[in-house]
């Protein structure tokens, strides 16, 4: 498979110190407003990547779910290998990349459990077999076949009466220090705007492409 000469040009727009919101949460909503208007596919799924136990790199792709002047959430099983890696080494980099726009948002940050009543509030908004789903699935540990995870999920819905989100299953929160705006420009000349957490200020810098 020839692949080498497959590219793209770059000229949606530009992205410059003068133009970008001084504060990134800011930026990130008007682009996420802007990826959503777009009708961008699955604008809030993410890459969230985390130092795995084994001590390699690893990322995967969830979705957003909420985010505030504070810190981005996503919901999980605690005991996934994401779970398990975040409770060794709480530094995560959060990736959203939206094609359509040519753009890419870089967030290196720190996670922390959200209280009991946030995961308890999200857990039951989601639909019956999903928060069903969330508790049968072992996630991320070995299981014999796809069928293990239907006879789960069918003695659960046939054997039980209330369904209680599970003590290992709840949020993240991640509260950034850094963010990265990337936009693509032509010639492979594209805008880098780093934004780094500095005692409590935002400090704003260009990055070469």
Do not use: C
Request: glycine share 4%; no cysteine; proline share 5%.
């Amino acid at each position: 498979m020839k692949i080498d000469s497959v590219r793209k040009e770059y000229k949606f727009s530009e992205l410059s110190r003068k133009t970008i919101d001084k504060n990134p949460f800011s930026q990130f909503r008007k682009w996420l407003k802007e990826a959503i208007n777009a009708k961008v596919e699955e604008p809030t799924a993410m890459s969230v990547a985390t130092f795995g136990t084994d001590g390699f790199p690893q990322s995967r792709i969830v979705l957003l779910k909420f985010f505030d002047e504070n810190s981005f959430v996503f919901f999980t099983n605690y005991n996934s290998e994401k779970g398990k890696s975040l409770e060794k080494n709480s530094k995560v980099g959060l990736h959203f990349f939206w094609p359509e726009l040519e753009r890419q948002i870089r967030i290196s940050g720190l996670a922390e459990k959200t209280s009991a009543e946030v995961s308890d509030k999200y857990f039951f908004s989601r639909p019956e077999a999903s928060r069903i789903g969330a508790i049968v699935s072992p996630q991320s540990s070995e299981i014999p076949n796809r069928q293990f995870l239907h006879d789960r999920f069918n003695t659960f819905q046939k054997e039980t009466t209330q369904i209680i989100r599970p003590e290992t299953w709840g949020g993240y929160s991640v509260f950034p220090v850094k963010f990265e705006f990337w936009q693509g420009r032509e010639n492979r000349l594209h805008d880098r705007i780093l934004f780094e957490k500095e005692n409590e200020t935002w400090v704003i810098k260009r990055l070469a492409p």
